[in-house]
């Protein structure tokens, strides 16, 4: 097989200590399939093992590399909650849908362990627990309501609260007046779970074409045909998984208006010495902070510190979201204030209105699962599972995670400007967070 040609991979710890990217083809000549499926990161990977499972035929195509996108760069966290805690669902869904969301956040993660199990993916996937840290005292009792709330109503009583010191101990930071643990939560290396999935896909006879941007869509009035510079695909029916890298408007497809993309940065450190590694996540949590500008880290194999955060609203990598990320890493962890740094990279995350990924058919036959904001490495293997479901003609309750809601955004057009307003005024917001 030839060298295939895409964008690289971003410089980043996950790149650094992947396993091998199994040899992949680009698409050239032209193939039929029952599913076609634009975009290899997990939404459209996990849409195809959950496909394949129903025995429908289905190929994936991908631009670049598989988990090139948000899922071979991100912070490998799937965590039991969504952005909004589930004190905060009840007030505004009521008790139903919040227990309705609840379930399928723990599916998720089910699902994710699952797919791990499955494909045996050597991916790090552990339950490490996950902490949601409280930015301020209003924060601290949300997330106290949020505890009561699962304790009384789901008779979940996993979750408990840390205190200061606590925090202190397990953290390694008094900046937090407390956090929410569920011990529940996963972590993986994202890239090599991409990369395993993939494999486990390839061995099990689903088409994976790589460096094959789809150029053109066409529907006609059985098939849909998707054309690359080689190649060309007919199927019946599409899935569009390309999240916040989407940019289909040219080929007639207009999700790009639903979603706001937006950059998330990430440093890691040099290796730390043992004796200030053991101060830092010393019971091997991973962390996700209230902010409204969220900051999240956790403890590498290695002794080497991830931090990210807030990335350049216009997507360009700039030097100072870099500085801006040290200063405030400093800030969490002072013994850190003058670390080597070893990695730095940004991706893009996709927003929506309600915070919520969605999941629907967009016109008859195109079916896409969009908008996990920094929450998708659970939620892409339920929504792919979803989705699989549909594709089949299924009906599906997922509450808010339905298409139903999702329109496209006012003023989208102005999104660059509104979201530099909007990151001004939340930074203010966090700042006066007590
Ligand atoms: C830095 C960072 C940190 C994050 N941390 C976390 C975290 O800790 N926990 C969490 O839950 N979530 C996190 N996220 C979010 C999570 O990574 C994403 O929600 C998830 O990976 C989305 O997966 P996806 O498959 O939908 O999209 P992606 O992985 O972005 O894949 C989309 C793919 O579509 C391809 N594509 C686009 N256009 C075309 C085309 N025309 N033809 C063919 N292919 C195309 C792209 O090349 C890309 O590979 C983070 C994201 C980032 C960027």
Redesign the pocket.
Known sequence: MGAVKFINHPDSVWAATANRRSELPSLKGDIDTEVAI???????LSTAHHLSKSGIDCVI????DV?????G???????LRYKMGYSALVTQYGDEIAARLYQLILDAVDTLESTVRDYHIDCDFARYGHITAANGHKNLAMLEADVAWLSRNRKDHAVSMLDRDQMLKQVGTSVYPGGYLDPRSAGIH?LNYARGLAAGLSNKGIPIYVG???SSIKREAADITLTTHAGRVRAKKLVI????????RQLGVNLSRRIIPVS???LTTASLSPALASQILSAGHLVTDTRHLVN?FRMLPGNRLLY?GRGDITGKESLDIYQGLYRMLGKTFPSLSEVAIEFRW????AVTMDDFPHFGCLEDRIFY??G?G???????NLLGKLLAGLVQGESIDAGPLNSSRFGPIPFHRWRIPGMQAIAGYYWLLDKLER
């Open positions: 634009i975009g290899g990161g997990y939404s459209g195509i991908e631009a670049n988990g090139w996108g948000a899922s760069r991100n912070g490998g966290m799937a965590v994202p094959s941007p789809v998984a390309t999240n916040a890298y989407t940019d289909l998330t940065s990430v999240y990210g940004s991706g893009k995350v699962a969009i996990y920094g929450r998708g490495v659970a939620l892409t």
